[in-house]
């Protein structure tokens, strides 16, 4: 996974995570990439697991999932947190994708499309689909369909 270096796409990530009601925290694993792919991917995947707090609910962003539309993952989210859910956690994999036990764990597999997405601009796509998420949930005018 890509550092979340200076830049537009940090600055639009943080723009729409500025906009939140509640605190986020970005957690970056960083995995040697001289390593073999699927060691690399199978060490990648250990290690976001790893990072998924206890009790939350995990969205794996990988181009194999469902598409969504914005109303759709507004409900979906909408029903965790009517469910008690505190806690959500989004996992990006890296330049080789997941691995496939994180697809296995997540409760839920989402996509973006079938097209590549670099990973700072999948942060700042993310970021946008939850502040529209809360907005609809909310009922502001931010999402207009």
Known sequence: ????????ERDLYDAYIARLPWRVDLKEIEIKKDLAVDVRKAREGEAL?????????????DERGRTETSEAFAARLGRWRDDGVRTVAFVIGGADGLDETVRKK???VLSFGALTWPHMLVRAMLAEQVYRAQS???GHPYHRS
Do not use: T, W
Request: hydrophobic share 65%.
């Open 136 to 138: 609809i949930l909310a």
């Open 1 to 8: 996974m890509a550092k979340a270096k200076a830049g537009p």
């Open 106 to 108: 997540a409760d839920f």
């Open 49 to 61: 697991l790893a990072a998924v707090p206890p009790g939350a609910r995990l969205v794996a962003l």
